[in-house]
């Protein structure tokens, strides 16, 4: 399987906004995880949205400031990062699994390498 590619990483002030993208090919079966990760620290899953996108989930942690969605037709998956703040700051990578749903954070099978975000000011 073809690992997923990720972009829109950068550098942001408190309080802005980045959109993460994740390119999948032949993903449109499977769910779609976003996790991230500082170093010296566990990795986190932040949000993962199933194949049709009829069910997502999200971190307490950005819960009402991300927003996960797909277009199964451009094989891309989506992170919408509203009100960053600076302990969003990480390595932003997508994974896949080979269930439709969104599985346990141990079960994604497939990794891109990631995206940086830092929130500074």
């Known amino acids: 399987q073809l690992a997923p590619v990720e972009s829109g990483g950068g550098l942001v002030q408190p309080g802005g906004s980045l959109r993460l993208s994740c390119v999948a090919a032949a993903s449109d079966s499977v769910a779609i995880g976003w996790f991230r990760q500082v170093p010296g620290k566990e990795r986190e899953e932040v949000s993962c949205i199933s194949s049709t996108s009829s069910s997502t989930w999200y971190a307490d942690s950005v819960k009402g400031r991300f927003t996960i969605s797909r277009d199964n037709a451009k094989s891309t998956v989506y992170l919408q990062m509203n009100n960053l703040k600076p302990e969003d700051s990480a390595i932003y990578s997508c994974?896949?699994?080979?269930?439709?749903?969104?599985?346990?954070?141990?079960?994604?099978?497939?990794w891109g390498q990631g995206t940086q975000v830092t929130v500074s000011s």
């Open positions: 994974a896949r699994p080979s269930s439709w749903f969104c599985p346990p954070s141990d079960e994604y099978e497939v």
